[in-house]
């Protein structure tokens, strides 16, 4: 069944028979809906500068216009290394309202990783800051090939158009384009930690049920402001009639961030959500924690991409004393999966796994999304059993949320998406398990497990017995000849030999005591 064709954004959902762009502009016309931060040379002093709905929907507006006279057509697929900011969102809207697919992938992967990335997708275009145009230099073949090639900046770059120019402020918007619900809407590279990069394919109707869950079950709220500190939620967050603030940050170095400027511009500006990894959250709340400062105007805070200690829950509690934290637990083929409230982890008690291993708990499943554990061997199989409560195995999804397939890589999709009449099952790859009362607990990558011919171990709960320690910053767990072996980060980067042996004798007595 074809999906109405709306004006603008229309890979998103149509609220009151308008596209998101144009249902926010009515709704909220003088919302700031980006404001770009940045810090002078030398100065500790922010310059803000904010754009309204109404204003960005006449932007996105004028770059469909551009684009559609640049030949852009319905399908096509055009390669994003935008930074984040007004021109992210305009470009990103504009390009998926002409039909096309805005392809997304990080750079901070490197570069020969984004080049990769660039060739399995298969563009007609090209849109990116001005240093990412130097990518020329590593695939002249592929630039050559495209139709159409566009910077995003104040700065030419030869033989590209200038974002700016792509189209004058236009009376009304474009000819509306019709697309089906499950046709491809963007496609976003994984980061490649795990493995090699693969391009996640978002469907229209996979987007339309995401967008649901942000306003249903995480509560965004349209006229709040957002400060995402992974960027490309600001994609989600815009299309509900939120606000984004994007401070300084280098998407290729994301923990290079200065926190002292981050907490500088949430105070001045009284966002009411962020979004970002536990490893950011961690750096910002030990920063307000050593400077004696608080973030109350937060009301909600989501941590997702890692595993959440309690110690990190902790310390975003206290720097945030009026906002409840969240710990969503997914991937990008699946976002997200369960989602848990820091209050209801501290309420209840985590329960073991059978084999005596505490995983990290992260909450229920969402509704709409089907959870289960299965023995790893029966999905290697392309069959799926599950394993008892309380006993580690495999996670698998399924769901709207959930993709069914990676761009142009068929043995990838094969591998990790397991059908089931005509329900699809995806591979998460992490392994867990769960409770009676449906939480579920993570227990690490599967690719990180250690196996002796004893017993497995699992990285989560071996690292969360060591990560206790009182002067260890985070270990990894790995295997050296077959054995398993700990890996330590200490807080303190000058520890003498002396204090260097006490440490690894506390924590060798530490693995002893832990069954």
Same mark, same amino acid.
């Given at each position: 069944?074809?999906?109405?064709?709306?004006?603008?954004?229309?890979?998103?959902?149509?609220?009151?028979?308008?596209?998101?762009? *144009?249902?926010?502009?009515?709704? !909220?016309?003088?919302?700031?809906?980006?404001?770009?931060?940045?810090?002078?040379?030398?100065?500790?002093?922010?310059?803000?500068?904010?754009?309204?709905?109404?204003?960005?929907?006449?932007?996105?507006?004028?770059?469909?216009?551009? %684009?559609?006279?640049?030949?852009? *057509?319905?399908?096509?697929?055009?390669? #994003?290394?935008?930074?984040?900011?007004?021109?992210?969102?305009?470009?990103?809207?504009?390009?998926?309202? *002409?039909?096309?697919?805005?392809?997304?992938?990080?750079?901070? #992967?490197?570069?020969?990783?984004?080049?990769?990335?660039?060739?399995?997708?298969?563009?007609?275009?090209?849109?990116?800051?001005?240093?990412?145009?130097?990518?020329?230099?590593?695939?002249? $073949?592929?630039?050559?090939?495209?139709?159409?090639?566009?910077?995003?900046?104040?700065?030419?770059?030869?033989?590209?158009?200038?974002?700016?120019?792509?189209?004058?402020?236009?009376?009304?918007?474009?000819?509306?384009?019709?697309?089906?619900?499950?046709?491809?809407?963007?496609?976003?590279?994984?980061?490649?930690? !795990?493995?090699?990069?693969?391009?996640?394919?978002?469907?229209?109707?996979?987007?339309? $049920?995401?967008?649901?869950?942000?306003?249903?079950?995480?509560?965004?709220?349209?006229?709040?402001?957002?400060?995402?500190?992974?960027?490309?939620?600001?994609?989600?967050?815009?299309?509900?009639?939120?606000?984004?603030?994007?401070?300084?940050?280098?998407?290729?170095?994301?923990?290079?961030?200065?926190?002292?400027?981050?907490?500088?511009? #949430?105070?001045?500006?009284?966002?009411?959500?962020?979004?970002?990894?536990?490893? %950011?959250?961690?750096?910002?709340?030990?920063?307000?924690?050593? !400077?004696?400062?608080?973030?109350?105007?937060?009301?909600?805070?989501?941590?997702?991409?890692?595993?959440?200690?309690?110690?990190?829950?902790?310390?975003?509690?206290?720097?945030?004393?009026?906002?409840?934290?969240?710990?969503?637990?997914?991937?990008?083929?699946? %976002?997200?999966?369960?989602?848990?409230?820091?209050?209801?982890?501290?309420?209840?008690?985590?329960?073991?796994?059978?084999?005596?291993?505490?995983?990290?708990?992260?909450?229920?499943?969402?509704?709409?999304?089907?959870?289960?554990?299965?023995?790893?061997?029966?999905?290697?199989?392309?069959?799926?059993?599950?394993?008892?409560?309380?006993?580690?195995?495999?996670?698998?999804?399924?769901?709207? !949320?959930?993709?069914?397939?990676?761009?142009?890589?068929? $043995?990838?999709?094969?591998?990790?998406?397991?059908?089931?009449?005509?329900?699809?099952?995806?591979? #998460?790859?992490?392994?867990?398990?769960?409770?009676?009362?449906?939480?579920?607990?993570?227990?690490?990558?599967?690719?990180?497990?250690?196996?002796?011919?004893?017993?497995?171990?699992?990285?989560?709960?071996?690292?969360?017995?060591?990560?206790?320690?009182?002067?260890?910053?985070?270990?990894?767990?790995?295997?050296?000849?077959?054995?398993?072996?700990?890996?330590?980060?200490? *807080?303190?980067?000058?520890?003498?030999?002396?204090?260097?042996?006490?440490?690894?004798?506390?924590?060798?007595?530490?693995?002893?005591?832990?069954?």
């Amino acid at each position: 069944m074809a999906a109405p064709p709306c004006r603008s954004w229309s890979a998103l959902p149509a609220a009151n028979g308008k596209a998101p762009a *144009r249902a926010a502009a009515a709704a !909220t016309p003088w919302v700031s809906a980006v404001t770009k931060v940045s810090f002078p040379r030398l100065s500790r002093t922010p310059r803000y500068e904010a754009i309204t709905f109404a204003a960005l929907a006449a932007r996105i507006s004028a770059y469909e216009s551009g %684009l559609a006279a640049a030949g852009l *057509r319905a399908a096509e697929r055009v390669i #994003m290394l935008v930074t984040p900011g007004v021109d992210f969102l305009a470009l990103s809207y504009a390009v998926m309202g *002409r039909g096309a697919v805005p392809v997304f992938i990080d750079p901070g #992967m490197g570069v020969d990783a984004v080049v990769a990335c660039m060739r399995e997708a298969e563009p007609s275009g090209f849109i990116g800051v001005p240093k990412a145009h130097l990518l020329r230099l590593r695939a002249a $073949e592929l630039f050559r090939s495209l139709r159409f090639r566009v910077v995003a900046g104040r700065l030419p770059v030869f033989g590209a158009t200038r974002a700016r120019d792509l189209g004058q402020p236009a009376a009304g918007p474009p000819d509306p384009v019709s697309r089906q619900a499950d046709d491809a809407a963007l496609v976003a590279f994984t980061s490649g930690a !795990t493995g090699r990069p693969k391009g996640v394919v978002f469907t229209n109707r996979m987007l339309a $049920e995401q967008l649901a869950v942000f306003r249903g079950q995480f509560g965004f709220r349209r006229g709040d402001q957002d400060l995402p500190l992974l960027p490309v939620f600001s994609l989600f967050t815009a299309a509900l009639g939120v606000g984004s603030i994007f401070p300084p940050l280098d998407p290729s170095r994301p923990l290079a961030l200065d926190p002292a400027q981050v907490v500088r511009v #949430m105070r001045d500006l009284g966002n009411q959500t962020s979004f970002g990894s536990p490893t %950011l959250w961690s750096q910002l709340a030990e920063y307000c924690r050593r !400077t004696g400062t608080s973030l109350p105007q937060l009301r909600r805070v989501f941590m997702a991409g890692a595993p959440v200690s309690q110690a990190t829950l902790d310390l975003v509690s206290a720097a945030c004393p009026e906002a409840e934290s969240f710990t969503p637990y997914g991937a990008t083929e699946a %976002l997200p999966v369960t989602v848990a409230a820091a209050a209801d982890l501290r309420q209840d008690p985590p329960l073991l796994a059978l084999s005596g291993e505490q995983g990290t708990p992260v909450g229920r499943a969402i509704a709409g999304v089907s959870l289960r554990v299965v023995d790893p061997v029966s999905a290697n199989n392309a069959t799926l059993v599950d394993v008892p409560q309380r006993v580690i195995g495999e996670i698998v999804v399924s769901g709207v !949320t959930v993709s069914r397939e990676y761009l142009a890589r068929p $043995e990838a999709t094969a591998a990790s998406k397991v059908r089931d009449g005509d329900r699809i099952w995806h591979r #998460m790859g992490d392994m867990g398990y769960l409770d009676g009362s449906g939480q579920l607990y993570f227990c690490g990558r599967r690719a990180h497990l250690v196996a002796t011919p004893e017993r497995v171990f699992h990285s989560v709960p071996v690292e969360n017995v060591f990560n206790r320690h009182l002067h260890v910053c985070r270990t990894a767990l790995v295997g050296v000849g077959g054995q398993p072996a700990l890996v330590v980060e200490p *807080r303190s980067r000058t520890l003498g030999a002396e204090a260097r042996q006490r440490l690894a004798g506390e924590l060798r007595a530490l693995g002893v005591g832990d069954p």
